[in-house]
Structure formats: structure tokens, C-alpha cells
Antibody
Framework: EVQLVESGGGLVQPGRSLKLSCAAS????????MAWVRQAPTKGLEWVAY????????YYRDSVKGRFTISRDNAKSTLYLQMDSLRSEDTATYYC???????WGQGVMVTVSS | DIQMTQSPSVLSASVGDRVTLSCKAS??????LDWYQQKLGEAPKLLIY???NLQTGIPSRFSGSGSGTDYTLTISSLQPEDVATYFC????????FGGGTKLELK
């Protein structure tokens, strides 16, 4: 059974950093592109970042370019999202998904507020 | 960037109704479109991929159709457990979700 379990969320002040993790199991992680998708409270979904199987190719939505970094450790079957210079508009539930967006974690809440 | 517009934003229907949700892309997306169901407090769940393919385990009352810029999700006979928000998603060029249609029981 495919499982994606996010962790690392919480309350953080504007301008600070936070690193999310996503532990994957039930499939061969190293064979899959992976992505992060977020959803602001009572809002719709938006993709945030995308990474190739080996990590050599990464893609970001414009609003997070230069502030967020997606990475992966295939030996640990873990996906990461390093979030720097956080803003209030980054407040959302962050979901880890497979690159075909067919499997999703339960989500982790990130709140950026002073 | 491709924009995805869903209509209506809220839909009220009765159990047993045939329900149709619409999604319009700002340009041709070549059927590269999925539909997701999100229940309150849960992660989105993939229902339909590549316009009209039913994901494993999804009831056959769900179906998808469309081409070019216009796509629809149909529920042939609405059940109480179908109350949720439905999102379309294009991956023809980049990745874009629609704003969602909230489906309620009348």
C-alpha cells in the first residue's frame, strides 16, 4: 500500500525557515517524480514544486522561486521542501504527492504569522 | 500559464440526480486533464485521469469526457457520500488546478 507521510509543519514567523519532510513507502520511491502541492485555508489547490527521479531537475511556481527548495533522498525514500523567507501568503496545508499526482499524503499545516 | 475555470462554484442536487460539473481551459490541453474529489478535512483523491479513465476503486457512477478546452465530470446517480469539492487539473503545460466545484445535497 502506497503511503506518504508528511511532517515538519507548524507555526513560524514571517521571514523564518521551515523544512518539510515526506516519508514514502509501498512503492519504489526512486522511480517516481514527486511534487508538493499546497492549499491555503478555504482555498483551492496549487502546485508548489516538482522534482525528477534523481533530483537533477526541479521546477517551482513563480511565487516560491528563490525561496523554496525541493529535494529528495532516494536511499531514505524521503522527499523534502526547504522553505526560506516565509511569508503570510505561504500559510497552507502542504501535500506531498507522486509526480503523476495519483497518491497524496494527509497533508501538514504551515502557518506563517507573527 | 494555462487557466482552469470550473462551473458552477457551488452545486446543490438531490440523491439520485445526474450531476454534471464543468471545467474550461484557457487553451487546448489535449485531454491532459484529471478530476479530484476532496472531502472536508481530507486530502484530494484522484477520480478520473486523462479525461475519461476511471481510477482503480472509484465507483462507475463517475465518468469524464471532453476535448480541446472543455471537459466535464458526470455523476450518474448522486449518492450522499459524493458530497465534496471537485477539482479539475491540467498537466498539458505546467500544472494548474481549477478553483473547484462544491457539491452539496439539496
Amino acid at each position: 500500500e502506497v503511503q506518504l507521510v508528511e511532517s515538519g509543519g507548524g507555526l513560524v514567523q514571517p521571514g523564518r525557515s521551515l523544512k518539510l519532510s515526506c516519508a514514502a513507502s509501498g512503492f519504489t520511491f526512486s522511480n517516481y517524480y514527486m511534487a508538493w502541492v499546497r492549499q491555503a485555508p478555504t482555498k483551492g489547490l496549487e502546485w508548489v514544486a516538482y522534482i525528477s527521479t534523481g533530483g537533477g531537475s526541479t521546477y517551482y511556481r513563480d511565487s516560491v522561486k528563490g525561496r523554496f527548495t525541493i529535494s529528495r533522498d532516494n536511499a531514505k525514500s524521503t522527499l523534502y521542501l526547504q522553505m526560506d523567507s516565509l511569508r503570510s501568503e505561504d500559510t497552507a496545508t502542504y501535500y506531498c504527492t507522486t509526480g503523476s499526482f495519483d497518491y497524496w499524503g494527509q497533508g501538514v499545516m504551515v502557518t506563517v504569522s507573527s | 500559464d494555462i487557466q482552469m475555470t470550473q462551473s458552477p462554484s457551488v452545486l446543490s442536487a438531490s440523491v439520485g440526480d445526474r450531476v454534471t460539473l464543468s471545467c474550461k481551459a484557457s487553451q487546448n490541453i489535449n485531454k491532459n486533464l484529471d478530476w479530484y474529489q476532496q472531502k472536508l478535512g481530507e486530502a484530494p483523491k484522484l477520480l478520473i485521469y486523462f479525461t475519461n479513465n476511471l481510477q482503480t476503486g472509484i465507483p462507475s457512477r463517475f465518468s469524464g469526457s471532453g476535448s480541446g478546452t472543455d471537459y466535464t465530470l458526470t455523476i450518474s446517480s448522486l449518492q450522499p457520500e459524493d458530497v465534496a469539492t471537485y477539482f479539475c487539473f491540467q498537466y498539458n503545460s505546467g500544472w494548474t488546478f481549477g478553483g473547484g466545484t462544491k457539491l452539496e445535497l439539496k
